[in-house]
């Protein structure tokens, strides 16, 4: 009795330091970046991050925005207005296709489905070249809309868009609303998208991560430096860096900068992102 | 068009098999109308509604989607590397085969799939191992402020693959990485951007990256097992860890399997993290990957043929690949849906 016990608590004891060892295995780096982040040069290239001198984090800020004239807070608006304002399109796109995959029948709906969900899986690298050279047809070549178009497509969010109006919109409250002589389209606008939000607010979420994290579009399509997201610009940096050893500081605190709000959204909105992985795990 | 993409049926479809109904709908469209005439405009105003809803993002299907797709292939089979540079082939030949022949024979391009396959049997297993015993050690109730542990694995998840590798790459310069210093005041120096340590260091990008993410989606694999099973090979006298391999793990295997070929598939076009190493490396070349050599062969030496048959490639396998998961996990959940 007391033997099972004793194993049972060596149990508990390994299986809490194997979880402990993983946890500082993802969170260590980050804290590395955080530190990194606040240190002045001196410290961080002489390793002695633990040390409490060298702190030095607001003119750490300053260097960064300060560094090529002040192209990271171009950069940081740009990423936003590419990540939020695509996010917030594609969320509306996607959303409404899903929601009608999931309430009208129409022949041939699983295999244009299936296109869908084909299209999840493949590569942008196959698209790029295409992609680049329609762009270029067009003559929107690095511009805001040759990378702003691409991002709001996806195909992800239809099929969450589908799931999800398959869960939270109840038959039966659209035909009573059809029966009150509700017009299909206000249908969907007045009575459906309320019950979608939450879902709506997922696929955006991951939408808005997809795009904040994106940078081989805009390596492909951008060539003035104005028009850059943050993850372009900081690619560039450290390319510069690898010469001029000035850069690396600028590197880590645009780095953690760039961060933030995805884990401040993370935290905040946690619900949404597990019943989008609860979505897309089950399947 | 041609697009050669043929939709691997999709996971859901098997409820809902392609039903062309035409006008007498059961269930979703009973209305409140009866005459056969209010019955076939109300049809063809739920037909508009639908379309209204679909058309945005199916235009946006056809134009960053299928269109590019499409001019890949064609890209693939017309254009003469030989005699267009710049801007495009100034008159598009039919060149067959030739642009397929060339990237298959080119060394460097099966070099780098040899090498993201070499990746995918280091990562692999060591992502599934490890996301499989941490969801296993969440699940078994003997964790610790659970919450917590999770949001910390799941953590690296929001950090976007470009800055995931710069985090990295700096922990692996000697000068700012404190790990590499407490080494080498040890004695103990280390190259880890070197010949054979390379493919191990990007593979712990990657595998930081995904770890609680895969984690996460086999936790919630777990939970939805059935209760009493798990309870009943308890009450059996297992303990936890033989409740844990041979009673949760087999129960969870699609979901396994799943993980496995999905993270195979994203693993053939890895890009972001070689191409920011490779700034600081020369052991990666611009031709590391797959992904990387489709982009050197458009953007650095304007071989559009080359590019396109090698992005043609590359689809295949990805559309192979898709078609596996879906042939797998159809078989792997049907007969559990029917228990």
Redesign the interface.
């Known amino acids: 009795m007391s033997a099972s016990a004793a194993t049972r608590l060596t149990?508990?004891a390994a299986?809490?330091t194997?979880?402990?060892v993983?946890?500082l295995?993802?969170?260590l780096?980050?804290a590395?970046?955080v530190l990194?982040a606040a240190k002045d040069a001196d410290a961080?290239?002489s390793?002695r991050?633990?040390s409490l001198e060298g702190f030095t984090p607001v003119s750490n800020i300053g260097d960064l925005f300060a560094t090529d004239g002040g192209i990271y807070g171009r950069w940081y608006l740009n990423t936003l207005v590419y990540a939020v304002g695509g996010a917030a399109l594609s969320a509306l796109?996607?959303t409404?296709?899903g929601?009608?995959?999931s309430?009208?029948?129409?022949?041939?709906?699983?295999?244009l489905?299936?296109?869908?969900?084909?299209?999840v899986?493949?590569?942008?690298?196959?698209?790029?070249?295409?992609?680049?050279?329609?762009a270029?047809s067009l003559g929107v070549v690095n511009t805001f809309w040759a990378v702003f178009?691409?991002l709001?497509?996806n195909?992800f969010g239809?099929?969450l868009g589908?799931?999800f109006s398959d869960g939270y919109v109840p038959?039966e409250v659209l035909?009573a609303a059809?029966?009150d002589g509700t017009?299909?389209?206000s249908?969907?606008f007045r009575v459906a998208f309320g019950m979608l939000l939450p879902g709506a607010v997922t696929v955006f979420l991951f939408q808005l991560?997809a795009i904040?994290?994106n940078?081989?579009l805009p390596m492909?399509m951008l060539s003035d430096q104005e028009l850059y997201p943050v993850?372009l610009g900081?690619?560039n940096w450290?390319?510069a860096a690898?010469t001029s050893p000035e850069y690396?500081p600028v590197?880590?605190t645009g780095?953690l900068l760039?961060?933030l709000p995805?884990?401040v959204a993370?935290?905040m909105l946690?619900r949404f992102w597990r019943s989008g992985?609860?979505a897309?795990?089950?399947? | 068009m041609g697009t050669g993409a043929p939709p691997p049926a999709g996971p859901t479809t098997p409820d809902t098999a392609t039903a062309p109904t035409p006008s007498p709908e059961p269930g979703s469209v009973r209305r409140a109308r009866p005459a056969p005439s209010g019955r076939r405009s109300a049809r063809r105003r739920e037909l508009f509604a639908c379309g209204v809803l679909m058309t945005p993002f199916f235009a946006l299907l056809t134009a960053v989607f299928l269109v590019p797709v499409g001019t890949a292939v064609w890209l693939s089979l017309f254009a003469d590397d030989r005699t267009g540079l710049g801007f495009g082939p100034p008159n598009p030949s039919f060149v067959g085969l030739r642009s397929y022949l060339a990237v298959l024979a080119d060394p460097t391009f099966t070099a780098g799939l040899g090498r993201m396959l070499l990746f995918c049997l280091i990562y692999i297993p060591l992502l599934v191992a490890g996301s499989l015993l941490l969801a296993l050690l969440l699940d078994s109730g003997a964790v610790r402020l659970r919450a917590w542990a999770q949001l910390g694995l799941y953590l690296p998840h929001t950090v976007p693959g470009l800055i995931a590798a710069v985090i990295w790459l700096y922990l692996y310069t000697p000068g700012i990485s404190p790990v590499l210093d407490l080494l080498a005041r040890g004695g103990l120096g280390v190259d880890l951007l070197g010949v054979d340590t390379v493919l191990p260091s990007l593979v712990n990008v990657v595998l930081w990256s995904n770890l609680g993410y895969n984690t996460v989606i086999l936790f919630t694999a777990l939970r939805a097992l059935p209760r009493e099973v798990v309870e009943a090979s308890v009450v059996d006298g297992a303990g936890p860890v033989r409740t844990a391999l041979l009673v949760k793990t087999p129960q969870i295997r699609s979901a396994v399997v799943t993980v496995a070929l999905f993270s195979l598939i994203f693993t053939l076009q890895l890009f972001t993290e070689p191409m920011l190493l490779s700034q600081s490396t020369s052991m990666i070349d611009s031709r590391f990957s797959p992904s990387m050599y489709i982009f050197d062969a458009a953007f650095n030496r304007n071989s559009y043929g080359l590019a396109a048959a090698a992005s043609v490639v590359l689809l295949a396998c990805t559309i192979a690949l898709s078609y596996a998961i879906t042939r797998w996990t159809n078989r792997a959940t049907g007969p559990e849906e029917e228990r």
């Open positions: 149990g508990r299986t809490n194997v979880v402990a993983f946890v295995y993802t969170l780096p980050v590395w970046l990194a961080l290239f390793s991050l633990l796109v996607s409404a296709c929601y009608a995959f309430t009208y029948r129409f022949r041939h709906k699983e295999k489905f299936g296109l869908v969900l084909a299209a899986m493949v590569p942008q690298t196959v698209l790029a070249l295409p992609l680049y050279l329609l270029s178009i691409p709001l497509f195909p239809v099929y589908r799931i038959r035909e059809r029966m017009g299909e389209l249908l969907y991560t904040w994290n940078f081989f492909v993850t900081l690619y450290n390319s690898t690396y590197v880590i780095s760039a961060v995805l884990i993370f935290l946690q992985l609860t897309g795990a089950v399947k």
